[in-house]
T-cell receptor, first 114, second 111 residues
Framework: AQSVTQLDSQVPVFEEAPVELRCNYSSSVSVYLFWYVQYPNQGLQLLLK??????LVKGINGFEAEFNKSQTSFHLRKPSVHISDTAEYFCAVSERNAGNMLTFGGGTRLMVKP | DADVTQTPRNRITKTGKRIMLECSQTKGHDRMYWYRQDPGLGLRLIYY???????NKGEISDGYSVSRQAQAKFSLSLESAIPNQTALYFCATSDSMDRDYFGSGTRLTVV
């Protein structure tokens, strides 16, 4: 079985500052990795995913994440955040060939301040 | 129209009542899922279905049941609701490329 740990429940940051949201996972098999964003009163939207290949993955809204197999991490980064990035962010994993059943982390609330 | 539609959006029910949450999708996907979201716990898988005749328990299926009425419809039932089932519930589908589509959620409160 796999698990996901998001190390920060809340991350306050000023507008235009860089941000990193941390995610670590554990699994006994190869996994796919995902980041989702949830805006207030909305469902989840896929930001980016890592399936294979380049370990640096670029997603929507200027976000990117880097898969580090040795550290079992998949941290999400953005060089300059906007007020509109205020949302909850979820890291998730699924086992390869397991029908895309996702295991989610507890979420990180990103709060961008003016 | 939304790819994945959940009804109702909000529901308050009493302890012991039976309640059904409905989900329909227009993507034509075989795979459908029900998750619940609790603060600090992220989303946890309740049930999943890979086709109409294939239904499986997820991580937290106790107290829940599901019905896959058709490829497009996947309902979640609480046979006898209890307060700790108060949560935000999400339905999702995924395609053969493992792309997920989530509904907007149903906020359920059990009093």
């Amino acid at each position: 079985a796999q698990s996901v740990t998001q190390l920060d429940s809340q991350v306050p940051v000023f507008e235009e500052a860089p941000v990193e949201l941390r995610c670590n996972y554990s699994s006994s098999v190869s996994v796919y990795l995902f980041w989702y964003v949830q805006y207030p009163n909305q469902g989840l939207q896929l930001l980016l995913k890592y399936l294979s290949g380049s370990t640096l993955v670029k997603g929507i809204n200027g976000f990117e994440a880097e898969f580090n197999k040795s550290q079992t991490s998949f941290h999400l980064r953005k060089p300059s955040v906007h007020i509109s990035d205020t949302a909850e962010y979820f890291c998730a994993v699924s086992e390869r060939n397991a029908g895309n059943m996702l295991t989610f982390g507890g979420g990180t609330r990103l709060m961008v301040k003016p | 129209d939304a790819d994945v539609t959940q009804t109702p959006r909000n529901r308050i029910t009493k302890t012991g009542k039976r309640i059904m949450l409905e989900c329909s999708q227009t993507k034509g996907h075989d795979r459908m899922y029900w998750y619940r979201q609790d603060p600090g716990l992220g989303l946890r898988l309740i049930y999943y279905s890979f086709d109409v005749k294939d239904i499986n328990k997820g991580e937290i299926s106790d107290g829940y049941s599901v019905s896959r009425q058709a490829q497009a419809k996947f309902s979640l039932s609480l046979e006898s609701a209890i307060p700790n089932q108060t949560a935000l519930y999400f339905c999702a589908t995924s395609d053969s490329m493992d792309r997920d589509y989530f509904g907007s959620g149903t906020r359920l409160t059990v009093v």
